[in-house]
């Protein structure tokens, strides 16, 4: 009797032992050399066209401008051509 209640009660002990665990903690965001290189690794498993290939990687390797998603960048982007119109 004490053995098949010791085996009814261990279960349910158990699983609310797990569920009171700490959580792990947040993972570090990513680099951008380590994005550089995700990008580089999943673009040299792509199947391009050399061309296209060679366009994507200058890209990837040489930024010619800072892409933001600032609503503020947009607004001043916005601005001077409404003072033009």
């Known amino acids: 009797m004490k053995r098949s209640l ?11 032992g797990a569920c009171a665990a700490q ?4 993972e570090r965001p990513y680099s951008e050399a380590e994005i ?6 999943m ?14 990687r200058q890209a990837l ?7 933001s998603n600032a609503i503020k960048d947009l607004d001043s982007l916005e601005q001077p051509a409404a003072k033009r119109g």
């Open 6 to 16: 010791a085996a009814l009660l261990v279960p349910p002990a158990l699983l609310l």
């Open 23 to 26: 959580p792990s903690p947040a």
């Open 36 to 41: 550089k290189q995700f990008a580089l690794e």
């Open 43 to 56: 673009l040299s498993r792509s199947s391009l066209s050399h061309e296209d290939y060679e366009k994507i």
């Open 61 to 67: 390797m040489n930024p010619r401008q800072r892409m």
